[in-house]
């Protein structure tokens, strides 16, 4: 039976994962596009921009997931409708809008 606890702690656990996920494939991110562009017959004349696109979407990904751990944390501890939760979903908000601009300006460059 699923309660409360135990739907925080695998949302919890899912965050953890999705950060390490994160981190890993920020770091083996040369090696994926490599691999894409290879597999697609691209030249490799594109890696560098989109390598950097990716990079700089990696960071508000990070920032939204460390917020969405801090809103659980609140949840966890009773606190639902606080200010910090709105404040965390501000910020979310914000890391989405930033990294759709940037892929929005990215699609006059490149098209996959």
Request: glycine share 4%.
């Amino acid at each position: 039976m699923w309660t409360k606890p135990r739907s925080l702690l695998l949302s919890r656990i899912i965050i953890l994962l999705f950060l390490v996920l994160l981190v890993a494939g920020s770091v083996s991110l040369p090696a994926l596009l490599r691999l894409y562009f290879g597999y697609m017959g691209n030249s490799l004349i594109n890696l560098t921009p989109l390598m950097s696109v990716l990079w700089a979407c990696a960071i508000p990904a990070f920032a939204a997931l460390i917020q969405l751990g801090r809103m659980l944390k609140n949840i966890s501890s009773d606190r639902v409708f606080v200010k910090e939760n709105v404040g965390a979903l501000r910020l979310i908000s914000w890391c989405c809008f930033l990294v759709s601009i940037v892929f929005f300006c990215f699609t006059f460059y490149y098209v996959l």
